[in-house]
């Protein structure tokens, strides 16, 4: 898994974090707040932060502020916001303030997804393992918030 960050993507894939991060804010979550953009040909394609499916109310959590079951991860809310437009997600690049879950990063594999950038490392890293085992580039990129291994 790479922590680093070449030249070669290096300013951009700053910038491109550093806006899933603003977008995270959208989130009504109270727990925590994760955004995701998916960027093809240095072009926005798609964006999603966590939350509740359209027409739910925005409530995040149960009384005992447990996440509830249908609260969608911020990338499966970008990636089906990609099946409804007319943009291709085949080799784009993922930006995410937190590493994907396994259920994530199989919606990643599938839409063509080839790189993953993260911010945070999420408690469970079976997605990470996954989308590694599918020679999907995974990037884990130190920020002004977060700090990478």
């Not at 040909?41 to 249908?70: A, H, M, Q, R, W």
């Not at 303030?97 to 080839?114: D, F, R």
């Not at 999420?122 to 990037?139: F, H, I, P, T």
Request: proline share 2%; glycine share 6%.
């Amino acid at each position: 898994m790479a922590t680093t960050n070449d030249n070669k993507h290096g300013k951009l894939d700053q910038r491109y974090l550093r806006m899933a991060m603003i977008w995270a804010e959208n989130s009504y979550c109270e727990r925590r707040k994760v955004g995701a953009i998916v960027v093809k040909d240095k072009t926005i394609i798609s964006d999603g932060y966590n939350g509740t499916p359209s027409g739910f109310e925005n409530v995040c959590e149960d009384e005992n502020n447990l996440t509830k079951p249908y609260v969608l991860h911020a990338e499966a809310n970008a990636i089906t916001k990609l099946a409804r437009s007319n943009n291709n997600s085949e080799g784009a690049t993922l930006y995410v303030t937190a590493s994907p879950c396994i259920e994530c990063a199989k919606l990643i594999i599938q839409a063509g997804i080839k790189r993953v950038v993260y911010a945070e490392k999420y408690r469970l890293e079976d997605g990470l393992r996954l989308l590694e085992k599918a020679n999907v580039e995974v990037v884990h990129l130190k920020t002004d918030n977060h700090e990478s291994e």
